[in-house]
């Protein structure tokens, strides 16, 4: 083999082992999975698997579950990521000028992303427990709740327990990614600020976030798709009840396929969740070019 | 030793060419400095030397031997690279061996090269160090010993002096030059220094924008430039040019006063516009009466001289003097151009005419 | 005196926020110790005070001796050390590829290394279990390092392609000029500045796959191959109201997952610091 055609196919030899196993295992299934929308799949049943086309489209638009987990996908993707990121940005703000501990109180404030999903979840929801966890009592000593009851097994309150792990658990990666980004900010820019006669808020609205907004306008996004797919905390806290009160799309579609034995329309609504954050995902691409074209 | 041949060689990334037909001879045992702009493809030129690059087109023979297909590690030659490359994680003795350790060397002979690299280039109190703990001129002597460790068929420096402060890159250039003078190995050596390029090699290829300009000793290119990049780029302080026209009987006219005459070239019309080359340090100074009459502008004191920025009507021009005569700005002081010193070129294609 | 305080006030007010949140991280985590810790005659009387006024690791004992959690808390090891083996393996060479070479299609690659991180799993489960199943690897332990190596290795090679841009490549070519051919010149001069990023990048996936659970639920149904996720999910529905034991158990789950992260929490940050930069 002559060198030059080694030289070129010397990439994809490093690239082959993860291609392969990425397309075996998450592309394949994953277009394996989407024609099973158009399919009346449900497991265990023989006789199901025929092709029914749009059917299960047209069963969505009727589908109250689906209109409410759309609904309740949109308050926990919204307010967990600006929470988690309000947070976060404090946090790097905070972790940004140097003090005595500083290592250990980055390492300690970043533990809970080292956390499992599911035991942040377990965690969170004995916490909200009456019995043996404090929020309850603390939450009516606030004057927020009447009762110590449990807010879990309220219909109109139980989104938020997820809610708060999902932000407690999201902080610490906001927090290293905008901290990263904040130390690349060199130091001379806040001095010459300074020397112009910039106080602390001005510096910080002219300088730090300018130069963060494309670190923060690309974490948001990855971080929003991911939370909108992120259905573990919510299947552990509450399984979507009470009375589907809490379920998300992604959880949705899990109660769907794993208890329902559904595939084909738990499929379908996959579809149309993947649909909304490609399109979520292009518009922000777009807005951001637009922004910066014009700056 | 070896000699190395380019025969239109050719690099394009794909963003246009980086480089154009390059033809190139470097003899066994010469020391060749290619010297250019950044950005002019001198790096990219000794890549494809060293098999770092593959050439879009044309050949490159070592020895007689075609490489374009041969990887860097056959080919035998050795870089010193401008960040020195150390490996950080081995210490300078590991540092040195790591080429003769691949080629599978007896640990005694590993051994016994490494050391005498060491006592040639004042290493060998270092020899346990990593990196992190060598200065910087440290660190540049021991990508020297990397390299020479090998014994190799040429040495290939990419611009290995310019991390190094002023004193220590003179010491360096002088130490590189006697090693060289020792081991008699070809050497090629990018540098944009064109003090680096005129101190140290044989021959000086001169580039720009990806061609040769003009391939020639240090002494040829600085007094016969090929044309205006050459002329310009050689010389501290740089050459100056003048537009001047060339009446018919050789008189070179600027701003309607006569610098100098010269016999006039063939195949130019008399009253063309020619580029009128003067070093600084060719002219010299006179009485306002005599000579030509040129304004102090600026006056620079450099120790050995001094360099007077002139102006003559509205162009200006460099004066490099050493007599001792204090010269003062707005003062008017006549200048001499000897008969010899001026350089025409086509203002045009920027070619030296005469 | 006025000065002084107005000197120290903001660094007063710095020390308070940074408490809060290092209380706020912190607290779940002390809860679910607190609970394990106490005996179950207190659990209820004492339910909501900060410390008992006992402790015991009797529930430690139990979910040791008389449950199945040592079994499970082998089979996660057993997977995420696996996982984390070949992830990083995979993801060194594909993160390699990304920050030294120019490749037609490379920017395909990334795509669809991207892509791979945006869609709802869930929708892949049942096309994974009809793929795997005839292959013997559903309520197998390969089978789970398989899937899970797959779902780590995009984000592992984004981590790792940061690492390695952070190593000239002047090295890897004095190397090549040195006689070794790219490959020797990765493993002799590359990898071992990489050690951190490979440590880093390992324990990251680690820890994925050592939370996962969904997939883990799915796949594996036997209780022989469950991961500890999967036990403890199964565990809590079914002794709801063991809470001793369920968070000795949770506090089990952490103590590895947390041991790592603090070891490699610092490259981890350079690593995604890195990555931060160039997005």
Not at chain 2, 244 to 265: F, H, K, N, Y
Request: hydrophobic share 50%; proline share 6%.
């Amino acid at each position: 083999m002559s060198r030059a055609l080694a030289l070129k196919l010397e990439p994809y030899f490093y690239t082959a082992p993860s291609l392969l196993l990425i397309a075996a295992i998450m592309l394949v299934p994953l277009v394996t999975g989407l024609s099973y929308a158009f399919h009346d799949l449900i497991l265990l049943d023989p006789l199901s698997g025929d092709f029914v086309g749009l059917d299960h489209f047209r069963e969505l638009l009727d589908d109250d579950g689906f209109w409410t987990a759309l609904r309740n996908t949109v308050v926990w993707t919204a307010v967990s990521v600006a929470l988690q990121f309000t947070f976060g940005l404090i946090l790097a703000l905070l972790l940004n000028r140097p003090f005595p501990g500083r290592g250990l109180v980055q390492a300690l404030v970043f533990l809970p992303w080292a956390v499992p999903g599911f035991l942040s979840g377990l965690t969170w929801a004995w916490l909200f427990n009456p019995v043996i966890g404090p929020l309850p009592h603390w939450l009516q000593g606030l004057g927020l709740l009447a009762t110590p009851q449990n807010i879990l097994s309220d219909p109109h309150l139980a989104l938020w327990g997820p809610i708060a792990a999902n932000v407690w658990w999201g902080i610490p990666f906001f927090a290293i990614t905008l901290l990263a980004a904040l130390q690349s900010i060199p130091k001379d820019i806040y001095e010459a600020a300074a020397m112009d006669g910039a106080g602390p808020l001005l510096r910080f609205r002219r300088v730090t976030l300018p130069l963060l907004a494309p670190t923060i306008a690309i974490t948001v996004m990855l971080r929003t798709v991911w939370v909108a797919n992120f259905a573990e905390l919510i299947v552990v806290m509450t399984k979507g009840g009470p009375a589907d009160a809490t379920q998300i799309l992604s959880s949705y579609i899990f109660t769907l396929a794993f208890q329902r034995l559904d595939f084909g329309y738990a499929s379908a609504v996959a579809a149309v969740l993947l649909l909304l954050l490609l399109a979520y995902a292009a518009a922000v691409m777009v807005l951001r070019h637009a922004m910066t074209e014009r700056a | 030793m070896a000699t190395i041949t380019l025969s239109r060689v050719s690099k394009d990334y794909g963003g246009g060419p980086v480089l154009r037909g390059i033809d190139l001879e470097i003899r066994e045992g010469e020391f060749v400095a290619l010297m250019g702009p950044s950005g002019c493809g001198k790096s990219t030129l000794l890549r494809l030397i060293a098999g770092l690059e593959e050439p879009s087109g044309g050949q490159i023979h070592i020895d007689g031997r075609l490489v374009n297909d041969v990887a860097p590690k056959d080919r035998d030659l050795a870089m010193v690279f401008q960040s020195y490359a150390l490996y950080p994680h081995m210490t300078v003795r590991e540092n040195m061996s790591f080429a003769l350790k691949q080629r599978r060397l007896p640990p005694a002979e590993i051994t016994q090269a490494v050391e005498a690299a060491a006592v040639k280039l004042g290493l060998t109190n270092l020899l346990e160090r990593k990196p992190k703990a060598l200065s910087g001129g440290q660190r540049q002597r021991v990508a020297m010993g990397r390299a020479i460790v090998r014994n190799p068929k040429a040495f290939l420096f990419d611009e290995p002096l310019s991390n190094l402060d002023a004193r220590l890159r003179e010491q360096m250039r002088y130490e590189i030059r006697k090693l060289h003078r020792e081991l008699g190995a070809t050497s090629v050596y990018v540098t944009h220094d064109q003090v680096e390029a005129m101190t140290m090699a044989d021959r000086i290829v001169a580039l720009n924008d990806g061609a040769i300009q003009q391939v020639g000793s240090p002494q040829d290119l600085y007094d016969t430039p090929a044309n205006l990049f050459v002329a310009g780029f050689l010389g501290s302080p740089p050459m100056n040019f003048l537009d001047a026209t060339l009446a018919a009987d050789g008189a070179l006219v600027v701003e309607g006063q006569t610098l100098a005459r010269v016999p006039p070239p063939a195949g130019l019309a008399p009253g063309a516009t020619v580029t009128l080359g003067l070093r600084p340090e060719r002219l010299a100074l006179a009485d306002p009466a005599e000579g030509v009459a040129a304004r102090v502008d600026v006056v620079e004191t450099t120790g050995t001289g001094q360099v007077a920025h002139l102006a003559i009507g509205a162009q200006r021009l460099k004066l490099f003097t050493m007599d001792g005569r204090r010269l003062a700005p707005g003062e008017v002081v006549g200048m001499v151009v000897p008969p010899d010193a001026p350089l025409l070129f086509d203002p045009g294609t920027g070619t030296r005419i005469a | 005196m006025n000065k002084t305080f107005a000197r120290v006030l903001p660094r007063v007010l710095h020390a308070l926020a940074l408490a809060a949140f290092v209380a706020f991280a912190l607290f779940p985590l002390f809860w679910l110790l607190k609970v394990s810790l106490t005996p179950d005659d207190l659990m209820y009387g004492e339910g909501v005070r900060l410390w008992p006024s006992r402790v015991t690791l009797d529930h430690y004992g139990a979910v040791l001796r008389h449950s199945q959690f040592p079994l499970f808390f082998r089979n996660s090891l057993i997977v995420s050390a696996a996982t984390g083996l070949l992830a990083t393996a995979a993801a060194s060479a594909a993160g390699y590829a990304f920050s030294r070479f120019r490749f037609r299609g490379k920017a395909w690659v990334v795509g669809v290394m991207l892509i791979s991180q945006m869609f709802p799993l869930i929708i892949i489960v049942a096309p994974i279990f009809r793929l795997l199943a005839p292959l013997g690897l559903t309520n197998s332990l390969t089978g789970l390092v398989v899937v899970y190596t797959a779902f780590n290795t995009p984000f592992a090679a984004f981590l790792m392609q940061s690492f390695f841009e952070a190593i000239p490549k002047d090295l890897e070519e004095a190397a090549m000029m040195d006689g070794a051919t790219r490959f020797q010149a990765l493993r002799h001069v590359i990898l071992p500045l990489t050690l951190p990023g490979l440590a880093a990048t390992g324990g990251f996936v680690f820890t994925a796959a050592w939370s996962e659970l969904l997939f883990s639920l799915m796949l594996n149904s036997s209780a022989a191959v469950s991961t500890f996720p999967a036990g403890l999910l199964g565990f809590v529905s079914k002794f709801s109201v063991d809470f001793g034991q369920m968070m000795a158990a949770g506090v089990l789950a952490l103590l590895p997952v947390g041991a790592f992260f603090l070891l490699i929490q610092r490259y981890l940050v350079q690593g995604l610091t890195a990555g931060a930069v160039k997005g």
